[in-house]
């Protein structure tokens, strides 16, 4: 019994510390305006687009709240996906890569930069906001070499707020 014992407490002890506690505190997110959060994101795509700089077509839609999944409970994030097509892929590409220092210039910190995991090794880039509010993920889809793509040469954007509790 006594072997058993001095087994089992190192085993608890072990899992508690890479399981947490259930009387640790939960994890809580700032009280803001949804109203606000949804301008404030509809703002920072519009400076988004404004940067990419280019006169092609823009799918339709605004900021809609999702719920925040590191977060229990009433949490949510508003979320900006949109797309810039009709443009000649060297356009885009063009447009993409500027993006790579426009970004930063305007203080934006870089988070990644380069293909994402799929097959299609997409170019993507990902980027916060200078005051951490928003993040942006831009992604360079190129039909060229798919010829049975349903879809042309375009910019994907998704501009993302900060999780917040809707006050």
Known sequence: MTKRFAWTVP???????????????????????????????????????????????????????????????????????WSIYDLPYAELEQAYNRMRTTLPAKGWKVTQDGPDESAAKTPTLRADSPDGDYAVELQLMDERNNPTAKTKALISVSVVSRCFQPG
Do not use: N, W
Not at 44 to 65: A, C
């Open 11 to 81: 085993a608890l002890l072990a899992c508690a510390l890479l399981t947490g506690c259930s009387t640790m505190e939960k994890k809580t997110a700032e009280v803001r305006d949804s109203g606000q959060m949804q301008a404030g994101t509809q703002r920072t795509s519009s400076q988004i687009l404004d940067m990419i700089g280019l006169k092609g077509k823009v799918t339709e839609g605004g900021p809609l709240p999702l719920p925040c999944d590191s977060y229990g409970g009433e949490v949510e994030q508003m979320d900006h996906p």
